[in-house]
């Protein structure tokens, strides 16, 4: 079984302010990890995402995000945040013993940018 | 690379109609097909997967014969809502994987259903 726990559905920063967005995760076998952006009406993008390679992970638009196993964590950070990361976040696990690709997604997390 | 794209993006139908949305992979074989649901503000629901020439796997509480999905080639896969009712509005979004994909998943850009 896998699951993914988003701490915070809200979360607020000033333009330039640090972003952080928090993702626990829960499972039996070495995980897949993944972040994704979502802009309303819109699919989901990939930001990045984690397969057992180096902990830390970089991805696109600034974003990077450290796996670690000890934590069950994989927080996204951005160290200076901008008016067009304003969206929804959402964290996803994944495991290489389920059907290609399933994943189970977090709750999400509504990124606020004030100028 | 990796794109997915969603037929329509946004249908409104009258009660007890059908609506049909494709999800095509236009640049990668997907072997594997999946389609959520998505309430405002919330998470995806994931109501099934499906693979290239089988049957799609339905999740827990996702009626199979009100949602008919089709995975007719490598490049499509299809999602047929019967006779919808204003209970199934909502975003729909497909994605794709491809084998030996790393359990990466490619998004479509959703379809708006909205029954009247």
């Known amino acids: 079984a896998q699951s993914v726990t988003q701490l915070g559905s809200h979360v607020s920063v000033s333009e330039g302010a640090l972003v952080l967005l928090r993702c626990n995760y829960s499972?039996?076998?070495?995980?897949?990890l993944f972040w994704y952006v979502q802009y309303p009406n819109q699919g989901l993008q990939l930001l990045l995402k984690?397969?057992?390679?180096?902990?830390l992970v970089k991805g696109i638009n600034g974003f990077e995000a450290e796996f670690k196993k000890s934590e069950t964590s994989f927080h996204l950070t951005k160290p200076s945040a901008h008016m067009s990361d304003a969206a929804e976040y959402f964290c996803?696990?994944?495991?290489?013993?389920?059907?290609?690709?399933?994943?189970?997604f977090g709750d999400g997390t509504t990124l606020t940018v004030k100028p | 690379g990796a794109v997915v794209s969603q037929h329509p993006s946004r249908v409104i139908c009258k009660s007890g109609t059908s609506v049909k949305i494709e999800c095509r992979s236009l640049?990668?074989?997907?072997?594997?097909m999946f389609w959520y649901r998505q309430f405002p503000k919330q998470s995806l629901m994931l109501m099934a997967t499906?693979?290239?020439?089988?049957?799609?796997?339905?999740e827990q509480g996702v009626e199979k014969d009100k949602f008919l999905i089709n995975h007719a080639s490598l490049t499509l896969s299809t999602l047929t809502v019967t006779s919808a009712h204003p209970e199934d509005s909502s975003f729909y979004i497909c994605?794709?994987?491809?084998?030996?994909?790393?359990?990466?998943?490619?998004f479509g850009p959703g379809t708006r259903l909205t029954v009247l």
């Open positions: 994605s794709a994987a491809r084998a030996g994909g790393g359990n990466e998943q490619f």
């Open positions: 499972s039996s076998v070495p995980p897949y």
């Open positions: 984690y397969t057992s390679a180096a902990t």
């Open positions: 996803a696990v994944s495991t290489s013993n389920t059907n290609a690709g399933k994943s189970t």
């Open positions: 640049d990668f074989q997907a072997t594997t």
């Open positions: 499906s693979n290239e020439g089988s049957k799609a796997t339905y």
